[in-house]
């Protein structure tokens, strides 16, 4: 039967069982959204702006592994999901966007609502299509959906012009895809394998380093094993929390700039590391030559060969996908007789307990300002360690961070390699569709939920009873702290002046609002908000001590050990 | 170092932005792209010129294997391969000049392949060096133009790059 482009799309998306969509009409997406008013089995979620849209599909795919998808239209549509797109294509997020664009025969001729989609977004998605042929509509439409989640994920987008939505074409949608330029990796090489156990079970201080790999090919549970048959510590990055679960033992926290003393110690003196999923990036390791500085075997299992040797040098690499790398490790290791040596391994635990026995994250509170690690701990202890967690960037992003022990993966869903501001309410979105009974509690700032403060309209539309945790301070915390520490006191622009009555706000929007400003009053105000209005948005705004800081710190360009650990060190 | 990485990849509109994109993203140098169709149409082979340490040069190979529509990559300067270019240079040939010219063209194994009155236009293939040893035993203010359409190389003997 010939089918329109538009019936296309929508048939090809329920072939893929997409569920929802997060999107924005315009004109070029006309006949697309006619066909979706036509059908119920895909819910399209109309935001506000069509950033929200990408950050609501991204927070859709990492809270539960479906790809998320948006739909925008062409030019402006397309320039405001940028952001969104950029901000998935960092983190490694498998996203399929679907923009509209001006009739074929208008393309280049600077038409109204026309933007080179394809050329604006190529540096930042996995991969990008123009479709020139209603022919091709289909099978292009598997291609992005096959590219986004295999090998290493990505955001996919193809462009359609509004005229192949109206022309027709018999439709087959292909069962499976092959390209010959295309053919990632799944098993890991068992030769490299072997050698990485052998330099695991010589190590005498070993140290496991674990990242977004690892949640993103749902290998937390592979990894968990690992650890415990091994007894090594393990630490995460932020986009690997809840990779292994935080209150064990065995792990250490987070590592990085904002990371554990314990972490960025064991991770600087170990004498054998075993990075998974994880990139060595500058915000993880800080400066690679002070990092190189001791010397220490490399085993780095990555699905993406360029991620290895990127900015340090492995001497075990392993391209693979993480599950079936740590299978295969597994394996060797329970047949293999050999055990790393009890007494270094033994020794090696009594330093790592003398580093954490400084309680890194101690903090001082006082009876009359709120401390903003307290809000997070609160919220720890009234949801349970069970919510799903979302973040905007900035301290707030690390505190929570830092102070929510994520026991699971895929709860804990933040910007972490583009850090984009305004992530955290639309992605709250995302996460309690792909998951509708979750507990979703968005933790943020007076700066950055202004960011996409739009979305309060789309919660009330859709009923998504997601509790904003605002950790007001009224400044832009990160950059008052960077300015504070490295700019001389000079506060240039940080502070946020006029800010809105949030609460009242909240309520404008048809939500419930609170403001907080004593310490006794926070767990209360959680509580009510989680139990009493368990079924409506709540904004918690906190006033929150102003002038406190993120510690520990490893400032931009220092070395892991030179942190810096409370205020009195400035 | 200098090196020559060769790059088969799908003959798709775009494909070479792909390739130049992420050369400027990543802040890698060119020194020359050349890019061409192959014998099967839907593939088109690239040459690329690039100064990098070993490093650089690992990672834009990995970086190129990534594009989607990148078929295969190769670094032809790892083992024995052969490069040329092709220069067109138009002169000014006039009087004594006329001569000289095309003694020198014969020496470098050009050919005249455009004469007129004042000018001659002559054509030289070989590698880098060739073109630029040509141009240096020349007199440059008799050099109206020059165009060279960059290296293009392939390996030696049994180094083949096809699907």
Known sequence: MQLTGAEIVIRCLQEEKVEHVFGYPGGSVLFIYDELFKQDQIKHILVRHEQAAVHAADAYSRSSNKIGVCLVTSGPGVT???TGIATAH???????????????AYIGQDAFQEA????????CVKHNFLVKDVKDLAETIKKAFYLAKT?????????IPKDITAKKCEFHYPKTISMRSYNPVVKGHTGQIKKALQLLLDAKRPMIYAGGGVILSDAADKLTKMTRLLGFPITQTLMGLGGYPATDRQSLGMLGMHGTYEANMAMQECDVLLAVGARFDDRVIGSPDHFAKVARKIIHIDIDPSSISKRVRVDVPIVGNVPDVLDELIKQIQVSEAKAEPKALASWWKQIETWRSKNSLKYKMGSDLIMPQYVVEKLYEVTGGDAFVTSDVGQHQMWAAQYYKFDKPRRWIN???????????????????????ATVACITGEGSIQMNIQELSTCKQFHLPVKILCLNNGYLGMVRQWQQMFHGNRYAESYVDALPDFVKLAEAYGHVGFRIDKPADVEPAIREAFVKHKNQLVFLDFQTDKTANVFPMVAAGKGLSEMILAEEEL | MRHIISILIENEAGALSRVSGLFSARGYNIESLTVAPTEDPTLSRMTIVSIGSDDIIEQITKQLNKLIDTVKVVDLSEAAHIERELMLVKVRATGKDR??????????????????ESAYVIELTGNTNKMGAFLDAIDRSLILETVRTGVCGIGRGDRILKV
């Open chain 1, 80 to 82: 405001n999901a940028v």
């Open chain 1, 415 to 437: 910007s972490g390699g583009l850090g984009t501001m305004g992530f955290g309410l639309p992605a709250a979105m995302g996460v309690r569709f792909a998951n509708p009974k």
């Open chain 1, 90 to 104: 960092m983190d490694s997020i498998p996203l399929v966007v679907i923009s509209g664009q001006v009739p074929t």
């Open chain 1, 116 to 123: 080179d989609t394809v050329g604006i977004t190529r540096p």
């Open chain 1, 151 to 159: 090998g290493r994920p990505g955001p996919v987008l193809v462009d």
């Open chain 2, 99 to 116: 001569e000289e010219m095309k003694r020198v063209a014969d020496i470098f194994r050009g050919r005249i392949i455009d004469v007129t």
